[in-house]
């Protein structure tokens, strides 16, 4: 779908989706014409490219408006930058508070999952069963809520890698880092379970670790 967006149509669609200042915008537009004399690039992906270099879109963002998606961008008092990943029973994305600009990831519940009140009930009880526990080995959360039909989590962001991940990247890992790293989740895990939450999907993949080696679950 791409090859049907001009680079005309592509800005009409980024002005809709509410995602850039329109002063910042008409800044860079104003560049680019400069260059071009007055023309906008012929590519629209190499336009959408030059908002990404600005740090006004994310890649993420150009992908979903060069198909002409604008809408689904915004969920209460944040802008999503991105999709983390998916899992069992949600979605997770990366978001930025849209007055403070505080990155959190939100944990969102499929619309298809809203109508099954037993997974509504379970998703619920996991934003408490969280928000319960305070302890630098677990991701915090912060709000549950939900905008319409859209329930979503509110957690903390951890910038890194999951364990899972590492050895993929990095092959095994050393013993005594191993070990350190199991004892910072085993410490989560025993905080946990001291206020009566069981985690039941201990995995590398659930292990994340930020820039300083520090593992959250």
């Excluded at 928000?131 to 951890?158: R, T």
């Excluded at 085993?186 to 009566?196: F, Q, V």
Aim: hydrophobic share 40%; net charge positive.
């Amino acid at each position: 779908m791409t090859e049907k967006i001009t680079s005309e149509r592509f800005l009409d669609i980024v002005a809709k989706s509410g995602l850039v200042d329109q002063v910042a915008c008409d800044r860079l537009v104003k560049r680019v014409r400069q260059r071009l004399h007055g023309e906008l690039p012929p590519s629209p992906r190499k336009f959408a490219k030059l908002f990404v270099k600005e740090g006004l879109l994310t890649d993420w963002h150009t992908e979903k408006l060069l198909h002409g998606k604008y809408k689904g961008f915004f969920l209460g008092k944040y802008k999503l930058l991105g999709h983390i990943g998916t899992g069992g029973m949600s979605s997770v994305y990366l978001a930025e508070h849209i007055r403070m600009g505080d990155k959190r990831a939100i944990k969102v519940l499929p619309k298809s999952r809203v109508r099954d009140s037993t997974y509504l009930a379970r998703f619920e009880l996991e934003a408490k069963a969280i928000a319960s526990l305070n302890h630098p080995n677990i991701v915090l959360a912060y709000d549950i809520d939900n905008e319409g039909d859209v329930h979503y989590i509110v957690m903390q962001y951890v910038d890194g890698i999951d364990m899972q991940q590492l050895v993929k990247r990095d092959g095994p890992i050393d013993p005594s880092t191993a070990a350190e790293l199991v004892g910072q989740a085993a410490r989560g895990l025993e905080h946990a379970h001291s206020k009566g939450v069981i985690h039941r999907d201990v995995k590398p993949a659930n292990l994340l670790i930020d820039g300083d080696g520090v593992v959250r679950l």
